[in-house]
């Protein structure tokens, strides 16, 4: 059995963003004591709801993308695959579920290591080859094996709840009386900062995520090379297959080949790392595998 | 290219750039520690065509070259035309650090006899569970990994891996978009 290897700088600042989350959380709740509101009624509602999803999120998420739940029969190369995984990774075998979908993609779901399951698009299967198949199967196991729906969904509650407390604070004067426009604003202002930092954490905290399902599939696999392989496949870029001979020929035609995209503002709000980033991650892994 | 170049419409191809082609040698040793790849005794030079008239006059000042430079290290080398009617100068020699001092030799000599331009790239080939081939090239100034696969397919992971392990001792291309394959070549 592979002992998980510990990421001290990732864990870190996945540490930090959930404690700000939470730190978020609790100075909306001091506030909300110091008014005395029956705030408390509405936060129930919400983790009720929130419960509720976590609970049917699987099954909610799964019919959303279309996918379909196959049986070992349907797909026995699929399923022997995930389970030389697993046995790997000390993971009870997940349900696995095909998408009709030609986009290359993969996902997993379930609350638990109990309840999860793996989807592929049809368009993956086909993009990439087994080794590079099997590397991002790694990468939505590890996901599992983290708890990050978990993590996720908690993640999320706590920011809802921020959402909600700023929305029904006495002071924002809903179905009051109001004196002055000017605490108005700033109470919008100060509501609106809390939502930006909130979704901002919450990318952030994804992305960390997504950094460990990488490390976490190079460490299953043993070659992280065919994550890097399968990541550079999935968005599209490949290797050129043109002879140079023949682009650096006397009559060469002009290539327009397709950069790999960078972003810096764009990063903060998404919730996956930039490309790049991962396979830089992905490559010192690799190097601290030789050494 | 200097900008007044440009602005007459004066096309000057790069120079070849060699001062990081001698790199590959101390490489080679890292490569066998960690890939267990090792040198296959071949390196071959490509360089690209010139005008049919020009290119019999070109091989036999080449061929003059290599016969005199070789005489002492016993370097075997011939010289071929491809499908795409490059030059190849093929070396073989079982001691890599003399493939390699080779190569360095040869591809001095041409740019100094005025091919410079015409220097495409510099490959070494190495085994180990595939074939992989390091592609030099002269206008880039940098290596990067090829291994092919059958049907003109390329390993893409195995060459991510290569870039990944010999990313600190080799100066290897960054853009990616410029890795361009060399298939069926006569090393």
Redesign the interface.
Known sequence: MIRWKVDRGLEARMLLTMLLLAVLYLAFLAILVSQGVDNIIIIIFAGGFVLLQYYFSDKMILSSMGARIVSESEAPELHQTVSRLCAIADLPMPRIAIVNSSMPNAFATGRNQKNAVVAVTKGIMQKLDQSELEAVLAHELTHIKNRDMMVMTIATFLSSVAQILVRNLPFMGRGRDRDSGGSFVVIFAVSLLVWILSFILIQALSRYREFAADRGAAIITGQPSNLVSALMKISGFRVPTEDLRRVEGPVSALFIVPPLTRSSIMNLFSTHPPLEARIKALQSIEQSLVS | MGFLDSILGKTRLPEAKTDRLFAISTAAVTMEA?LGLLPDGQAGL?I??MESTYYESARKEIEDLLKLSFQETGTLHAIQK?E?G?IWVVLTDPDFEDLVASIQMISQILIEQGFGTQL??AVYRFRGEATVYW?Y?F?LGSYYPFVPKSG???D??????L???M??ELPIERD????????GMPI
Request: net charge positive; hydrophobic share 35%.
């Open positions: 960690n490509c690209k065509p491809d795409y490059y495409l790239a592609i090239s206008k003109k397919q390329r893409t992971a195995m060459e991510f891996r870039r990944s392990i990313q600190s990616m978009a410029k890795w361009y394959p060399m298939w």
